[in-house]
């Protein structure tokens, strides 16, 4: 089957972690935010299908992908729709658990440049975000990075992997923020990363797998912007 | 099988979700968090299981459901393992993709209230607080409202369900939220209710049912409070 994933054209942000999965498997999928509008593509593209009136279960909002007949939303729950995680319910749940922890931190992110308000530009939030930045530094990142560390740490598997043996959506989702916090955060990563050894191999492992190296190499990866959900100012990394 | 909810014990919380589901299915649970220490309950109890050293697979973060060998957390996680929603796939993921835009709406309305930082006292984000709540009310509320009024509107079933024919979890959750906001937010929602009368129709035919009506009355369902991730200050109801 191929996929058609609808996600904004200009940002890596949340359809970034379903990019990652498609690449990774080798899925065949149209970006289709990234055609071009004469192809059907574009922004356009997205809003026809957000704002049609006769979708019966239309999304809140991008990210989201068509499979045959399906359209999903959210990111987790496309993930999970998506697969590759162990088969058995016990680590699916386990899987999707864990990527719920990571969208709840991808939020925390976000937050930290835009406290007050989506609709309204940084430049309108900054003392706001000087303070929230200040929280998710000392506080919240340090207690989702010792979170994951130890979860690599006690995979009874020992596999340097989130989940069971083999890798994951998760891992690759794990890639993603490790890589994102660094160009966001780059001196807090610096002073937490020699502490979460276990993480930082599995970023180096994961953006070693062939086709992720691939990925990330090719003009389909768009690079990290301050537009994105990762924004680096250096005022809000202390 | 006997379930074990693992919850802060004075508030409704993110535990409530679960709880509305537990009573709706007359699923026989332990309440944990709310049993006494002498029973081996209490935050202790709660505790001791998010601090287990031998706990493979730990949760981030209260709710937490225990089900025989299984610990599973995160909210929307919990309510796809109890089911309650039509079996076929594309059901599931429909359900679940509601869930978690519910899931983001009540981070959203938390945040009215503390913008900056959990670990803060509200009185020491107040102005951060008015200015996230002003947006959260004429932007961000009326957007959930009308998505949710949208998906009601369109079931193809008119069963007045969020999703298919029949009650799911989903809808559960939505009475709480409406409950929620309309404590919280008294002004805003007797503004906005009117323009969204599938949500209160709906809210009404949850509170009737007749497992939930009684656990509505009874000392189980705690009342809403100051503590909690709802909260009226008038100053933010505007």
Do not use: C
């Amino acid at each position: 089957m191929r996929y058609e994933l609808y996600y904004w054209p200009s940002i890596q942000g949340r359809g970034e972690f379903v990019r990652l999965a498609l690449e990774d498997g080798g899925a065949e999928y149209l970006d289709v935010g990234r055609l071009s509008k004469r192809a059907g593509g574009g922004i356009p593209a997205l809003m026809r299908l957000l704002e049609s009136r006769s979708l019966e279960q239309p999304p809140f909002a991008p990210p989201f992908l068509k499979a045959g007949r399906l359209v999903i939303a959210q990111t987790a729950n496309i993930l999970l729709f998506l697969g590759l995680v162990p088969k058995n319910e016990a680590s699916r749940l386990w899987a999707h658990q864990l990527q719920l922890t990571i969208a709840d931190w991808v939020v925390e992110a976000h937050d930290t440049h835009h406290p007050i308000s989506g609709g309204l530009y940084y430049e309108e939030q900054k003392p706001e975000a000087k303070r929230r930045a200040a929280d998710f530094r000392a506080e919240r990142l340090p207690k989702f990075l010792d979170y994951f560390e130890r979860i690599l740490d006690r995979n009874p598997k020992g596999s340097g992997y989130l989940v069971g043996k083999e890798v994951s959506y998760v891992d690759l989702s794990m890639f993603q923020m490790i890589a994102g916090l660094r160009y966001a955060f780059p001196r807090a990563m610096a002073r937490l990363e020699p502490k979460h050894p276990r993480l930082v191999a599995l970023h180096d492992r994961v953006s070693a797998r062939r086709r992720i190296a691939a990925y990330l190499k090719s003009p389909r990866r768009l690079p990290f912007n301050q537009q994105d959900i990762f924004r680096h100012y250096s005022e809000l990394d202390r």
